[in-house]
């Protein structure tokens, strides 16, 4: 009996010290797959937990689109706008300017004045003539043969009267503007003056437009539309020398428009 138990003991024995002996070596023996070593990405956390590699890139995706926005709010269009380089002058609806011509000094008589203006207004009824033998010449009122004779006579007639205004163009009216009618050390004051001269020859070329085609159209005389064009043609001159002599001087200044 005691060497029965004897020999289980002895089993029980050599069955603990094999199951020591196994755990001993389980845990001393190295692991026998290769560890894959990861490189890690220059500037870059290394992390093997998908949920925190996933966490990694959506901060980096969001610190990049904080960037962009940071960038957009700094970028602003440029708008390229061309400098003004006049000032639009107010719109006169004075119908001349209240200034008067000096005396004659260049051995011009005022008779020879009052024949200039004459001639000019004739010119321009002999214009209008011809507009509208040419408009009853299309519109068949007129025959061919006495439209070119009528035509004929008037071009000679304007001629003539060409002949007689040109050499007075360039010393009539002779016009010496009034003392203190503009600061001529003031740039500025003397532009805004040559706009409201231009603006104002403009409405009187406008005026003379209107007489041609109410003569032409029958709603006034010859006579009555020689004598709107003496006045406006008058006060149109002055402007025309009054614009000369402001651009003279802003040349002179370097003034160039």
């Given at each position: 009996?005691?060497?029965?138990?004897?020999?289980?003991?002895?089993?029980?024995?050599?069955?603990?010290?094999?199951?020591?002996?196994?755990?001993?070596?389980?845990?001393?023996?190295p692991m026998t797959q290769p560890i894959v070593q990861e490189t890690p990405i220059a500037g870059a956390a290394v992390t093997s937990d998908p949920t925190a590699q996933t966490a990694t890139q959506a901060g980096a995706a969001a610190q990049t689109t904080t960037q962009a926005d940071a960038a957009a709010q700094q970028f602003v269009p440029i708008t390229q706008t061309a400098p003004a380089t006049t000032q639009s002058a107010p719109v006169t609806t004075q119908s001349a300017p209240a200034i008067q011509s000096t005396p004659m000094t260049?051995?011009?008589?005022?008779?020879?004045?009052?024949?200039?203006?004459?001639?000019?207004?004739?010119?321009?009824?002999?214009?209008?003539?011809?507009?509208?033998?040419?408009?009853?010449?299309?519109?068949?009122?007129?025959?061919?043969?006495?439209?070119?004779?009528?035509?004929?006579?008037?071009?000679?007639?304007?001629?003539?009267?060409?002949?007689?205004?040109?050499?007075?163009?360039?010393?009539?009216?002779?016009?010496?503007?009034?003392?203190?009618?503009?600061?001529?050390?003031?740039?500025?004051?003397?532009?805004?003056?040559?706009?409201?001269?231009?603006?104002?020859?403009?409405?009187?070329?406008?005026?003379?437009?209107?007489?041609?085609?109410?003569?032409?159209?029958?709603?006034?005389?010859?006579?009555?539309?020689?004598?709107?064009?003496?006045?406006?043609?008058?006060?149109?001159?002055?402007?025309?020398?009054?614009?000369?002599?402001?651009?003279?001087?802003?040349?002179?200044?370097?003034?160039?428009?």
């Amino acid at each position: 009996m005691k060497k029965y138990i004897a020999i289980l003991f002895c089993i029980f024995a050599f069955t603990a010290c094999d199951s020591i002996v196994t755990k001993t070596q389980s845990a001393v023996t190295p692991m026998t797959q290769p560890i894959v070593q990861e490189t890690p990405i220059a500037g870059a956390a290394v992390t093997s937990d998908p949920t925190a590699q996933t966490a990694t890139q959506a901060g980096a995706a969001a610190q990049t689109t904080t960037q962009a926005d940071a960038a957009a709010q700094q970028f602003v269009p440029i708008t390229q706008t061309a400098p003004a380089t006049t000032q639009s002058a107010p719109v006169t609806t004075q119908s001349a300017p209240a200034i008067q011509s000096t005396p004659m000094t260049t051995g011009i008589t005022e008779e020879t004045v009052t024949a200039y203006y004459q001639n000019v207004a004739e010119e321009k009824a002999v214009e209008a003539d011809i507009e509208k033998l040419e408009t009853d010449f299309r519109m068949g009122r007129v025959q061919q043969d006495t439209f070119r004779t009528q035509k004929a006579a008037l071009k000679q007639q304007e001629n003539m009267l060409e002949a007689q205004i040109d050499p007075l163009d360039n010393i009539i009216p002779s016009y010496t503007p009034p003392q203190g009618w503009v600061d001529t050390t003031n740039i500025q004051a003397m532009i805004q003056k040559l706009q409201e001269v231009k603006i104002a020859s403009d409405q009187f070329e406008f005026s003379l437009d209107q007489a041609e085609y109410s003569y032409i159209s029958g709603g006034i005389t010859r006579d009555s539309y020689k004598q709107q064009v003496i006045e406006l043609e008058k006060q149109k001159d002055i402007l025309d020398r009054q614009e000369d002599i402001l651009e003279n001087i802003l040349e002179s200044y370097g003034y160039d428009d």
